[in-house]
C-alpha cells in the first residue's frame, strides 16, 4: 500500500521516525552547545532555508565550535553513532568540519558540523541563527560561497575515504528519493541515464566492499536509506 507521496506505509512510519529522531538530535545537541558556552549555533542547509523533508540531514556551524571536536558522541547519543569522518577541505580556515552518521529507527542521519572562528563568522544568507550570543554579521552571501571564500581547498579531502563513499551514497539517496536526477547524477555519476530501479542498484554497488568491522552497522542502515528511497519513486 502506498501513502499520499508515493512511500508505502512502512516507508512513511520510518520517515516519520527519522524526523523525529532529527530533532531529538537538534535539541540534544543545542543543549550541548549552551552548556559548553558556544556564543553562537546556526542551522544551515535545506533545514536552515526553512526548507527541507524528512530526508534532509542536519548542517550546523558553531562559533567558535572547538568543543566539538572534544566531545564525547557516544556519551551524548550513545549507540547512535555510527560512523564520523572528518573534512579539512570543507573547513574554514582555523576551523574544523566534522560529519558524524547517527542510527535513527534503522536509517542513517548525518549531521556536519562546521567549527567556525568568531573573526570570519556570519550568518549565511541562507542560514538561520539557532542562537546567537555574539551578534554576528549577516552575510549576503548563501553557505555555499561563503564557506568557498573562507576555507583552503588545498587541503586533504575527507580522512576517511570509506566513510565518505557511506555519506556520498546516503546523500544519493536523497536525491534519488526526491526525483531530482540531475543531483543524483553529480553526486554518482554512473547513474546518468538510469532508470530509478538502475540507479537503485549502482548507490548500492557504491557500499560494497565497505567490509570494515566498525561499518557494518552504517553500510547496514545506508542500504536500508536507499531501499525506502527507491519506493519512493515507485
Known sequence: MSGPHGHTSGAAVKLAALERGRQHALDRLVEAAHGAGIGALLLIGSLGRGGGDAWSDLDLIAVPGDWFSGLDLADLFGSQVLASVKAPRNAPIGGDCVGVCLEVSGLP????????????????ADGTAIFDCLGLPASNLTFIPLIEAHSDQAAQAHTDTAVATLLRAAVAAKYLARGDLVKLAAKVTATQGLSISDAAAVLRQTLDGLNRPDLIAAVAATRALIDIAQAARA
Open 109 to 124: 542521519l548525518w549531521v556536519d558540523w562546521y567549527q567556525w572562528p568568531p573573526v570570519t563568522a556570519a550568518i549565511p
